[in-house]
């Protein structure tokens, strides 16, 4: 059986990628929330004591697979999203998470890899707060960070060079994979600050937005409603 543990779905961009994930490819598991708390996510905040009891890192999001036990007979923990992403693939190899063709698999991995370790101005700048209105705070960074700017043109540009080159119109192919999971949470960050984009950007925006097990996480991210201080550099509490 598989345990998922997310962080809350409006704030959790790492948790909504895999959430994504595994509902694009109707894997069956079991959802638990670990909440972001109004004393954080740090050292010594309830949702890190949650957390560390589950994973040595303290992060979410956790997949735990009691169907398969390590050495010290305890179900298999896995902590970062791209061992899950790798875990996953593996454990339904019938389904086409990664694309079966070698040099789009390539271009995907790559995509992968540079999401989990790079854009870094956009990630702190515009953190994911998904139905907020910030289009005016949009425009505010776009104007005074270079960085982000920076980030943006490189995500429409490899976008678009991905889906050239796969024929989309999702990135590597036909079928939305986990390279398009990767870029959900950036997409969520685009459309709610109202970043500047080019057409074809747009159209991949679109797409994302049209995938079920997006517009479903994105319906439960709303519904909960929730304001917490620490995730709200922009906002007031309603
Ligand atoms: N490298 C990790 C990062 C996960 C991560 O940073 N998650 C955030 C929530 S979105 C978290 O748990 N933060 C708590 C902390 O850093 O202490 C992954 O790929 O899953």
Redesign the pocket.
Known sequence: MLDFFV?NRN?????MRIGVLLRAFDISYKETLLPFGTDG??EGSR??EQ?LAISP?????ILRDSGCLTASDEALVL????S?VEYVAKRFPDQSIWPRDQALRAMARNLCAEM?SGFGALRSHCPMNIGADLHREGAIIWRDQPNVRHDVVRLDTAWENARTLSRGPFLCGKDFGAVDAYFVPVVMRLKYYSLPVSDACHVYMDQICNVPAVQEWIASAIKEAEFLDFEEPFRLAP
Do not use: M, Q, R
């Open positions: 962080g704030y959790s961009s790492w948790s996510i740090g949702f890190k957390s890192t303290g992060t979410v999001p902590y970062d999203t791209l899950i989990h």
